[in-house]
């Protein structure tokens, strides 16, 4: 069975990791903010379109949003994930190599 309340604290978890508001991801979903809120306060499940359309918003999806347990993971470790996601190939590298130094 899906447990509403852990898909609603997951999907805060990550809106809130991605700076929005639920105001500003209903609107990036074409819904109200009632409809995220009910979703984030575990009194509905989105059906799959919908959990889709706004996990896309929080550029993510169903598989590591299943795969993740986003409440467990810090809003600065899911920020750096995002900006380590637009990086090109080689600048990967070289934050891998700074942070191997960082590290020692």
Do not use: C, W
Request: proline share 3%; hydrophobic share 40%; net charge neutral.
């Amino acid at each position: 069975m899906i447990d509403s309340k852990n898909i609603g604290r997951q999907l805060r978890a990550l809106r809130k990791a991605k700076n929005l508001t639920s105001q500003e991801l209903a609107d990036k979903v074409n819904v109200s903010q009632s409809y995220i809120s009910r979703f984030e306060n575990g009194r509905a499940i989105p059906d799959i379109d919908m959990l889709e359309r706004i996990l896309h918003a929080l550029d993510t999806n169903l598989s590591s949003f299943f795969s993740t347990d986003i409440e467990n993971v810090p809003e600065d470790l899911i920020q750096l994930i995002d900006t380590v996601k637009t990086l090109s190939p080689e600048a990967r590298i070289k934050l891998n190599e700074f942070l191997k130094i960082v590290k020692d």
